[in-house]
């Protein structure tokens, strides 16, 4: 099949079939279709769109392309979580030892960050030792001794995807449902989950900032990852201002840590519980959603995740003693305090925070940029509090002081202060149950 034909076929408004999208990632792999033209047919995808079809099929093929773990003889509670993004997200690092506690196995690959939003690479990198990057015998390894893996993609896992979104990333591509749909899936269905339960962020500080995006997304993986046998469902979460009380790196493991001792902020604490908990459901080991909240709390109560995450940092090549002693993690040496301008109740923008972090350092605006893992904002009146003027309101820390600086200015403009308290926004807008995969 000729490149230029597929382009054609798309460009025109015409469905590609199973065959011709085959022969496409067929070709970004082994290097018969050049960039322009792969650059090309991408364009054409998010002008014309794709059909639920299209996308399942493409998804198929994008997983084809590389290894697939098989891990179905260990059961049916194979599942994951993806999260769309956001500021202050460390869910993964509460949920994944959470889950893996209550007897669930969690094969996750997760990204690193780029542009406002955070990255679990990334956090778990700051733990000193901590591997990230495994093959897929080390990963499944890993998986056998703790019922969990914490990895990036491997060389092996949906190569057809690296190269593919490489290229959206530079040719304004990116904004396509189907290419998002299918990028996610085409990993998380390599790690051979049998479940997956979609946090869709929804907000300032989201990729999607409206509800009705959110569900269109949200909606478009449901079926696609039906249609190839993975049951998904989708939690519509707030992202209008940052989770927690900690966004960065290492101050965000700090936090997890916290949650898991039973320590954490609510709103972190409930997120971690909700996710975890449906993610028991679809892997069989709860009934209802009241039994595997109750399964959930019961290893935070118990120390059994914060043990959990102690395994999996130690057999991942971390160092375990983080648990215990956070001052092992990386400190930043340069801080600065953001305070409230005037009396009243605090709002804080989240999109604004996710900015300042990466001037900080503690994310990044291109892909090749290096993190600073000591770097990180601290939120001492989060949304909805009452402070007085002057009174510090967030910590801006780092290497660089200049930087510190450039942050606390941007930070100082995330914080409005309202004379009337705000009203909460809930932080679980929406959950979307797929049909049975």
Not at 97 to 117: D, N, Q, Y
Not at 285 to 299: G, S
Request: aromatic share 2%; hydrophobic share 45%.
């Amino acid at each position: 099949m000729r490149a230029v034909d597929l382009i054609r076929r798309k460009r025109d408004g015409l469905p590609l079939d199973p065959a011709e999208l085959r022969a496409f990632v067929d070709g970004v792999v082994d290097g018969s279709w050049p960039d322009y033209q792969i650059a090309a047919l991408l364009m054409a995808i998010v002008l014309r769109g794709m059909t639920d079809q299209e996308a399942a099929a493409l998804t198929r093929a994008m997983v084809a392309s590389g290894a697939r773990l098989d891990l179905s003889d260990l059961g049916p509670a194979v599942v994951d979580k993806h999260s769309t993004g956001g500021v202050g997200d460390k869910i993964s690092l509460v949920l994944a030892p959470l889950a893996a506690a209550c007897g669930a196995i969690v094969p996750m690959v997760s990204g690193r960050g780029l542009g406002h939003t955070g990255g679990t690479l990334d956090k778990l990198e700051s733990i000193p030792g901590f591997r990230t990057r495994l093959s897929l015998d080390e990963a499944r390894r890993t998986i056998e001794r703790v019922g969990c893996v914490l990895i990036g993609q491997t060389d092996e896992m949906a190569p057809a995807d690296r190269r593919l979104y490489a290229l959206r990333d530079v040719t304004a591509t990116v904004e396509s449902i189907p290419l998002i749909a299918s990028s996610i899936l085409s990993k998380k269905i390599a790690e051979g989950i049998t479940g997956l339960v979609l946090d869709v962020k929804v907000g300032s500080g989201a990729f999607m900032p409206t509800d009705e995006e959110a569900r269109d997304l949200a909606r478009a993986i449901i079926a696609i990852a039906a249609a190839n046998g993975v049951a998904t469902e989708a939690v519509l979460t707030s992202m209008g201002t940052p989770i927690g009380r900690t966004v960065g790196n290492a101050v965000e493991v700090r936090e997890a840590i916290a949650t898991l001792d039973g320590r954490g902020p609510a709103d972190t604490t409930e997120l971690s519980v909700v996710l975890t908990a449906r993610m028991l459901v679809l892997g069989r080991i709860a009934a209802t959603i009241d039994e595997a909240e109750a399964r959930v709390r019961d290893a935070l109560e118990s120390g059994r995740g914060l043990e959990k995450f102690g395994e999996i940092i130690e057999a991942q090549g971390g160092d375990r003693r983080v648990i215990d002693d956070s001052s092992r993690l990386p400190a930043a040496p340069s801080q600065r305090p953001v305070e409230a301008f005037s009396g009243g109740w605090v709002t804080i923008d989240a999109r604004a925070v996710g900015d300042a972090a990466v001037v900080l350092g503690a994310g990044r605006d291109r892909a090749e940029a290096d993190v600073d893992p000591s770097a990180g904002i601290e939120i001492l009146a989060t949304e909805g509090s009452e402070v007085s003027a002057g009174e510090t309101v967030m910590v801006a820390a780092g290497r660089d002081a200049a930087r510190v600086e450039a942050a606390a200015a941007l930070l100082a403009r995330a914080i409005v202060i309202n004379q009337v308290r705000p009203t909460p926004e809930p932080i679980v807008r929406e959950v979307i149950v797929g049909v049975p995969a």
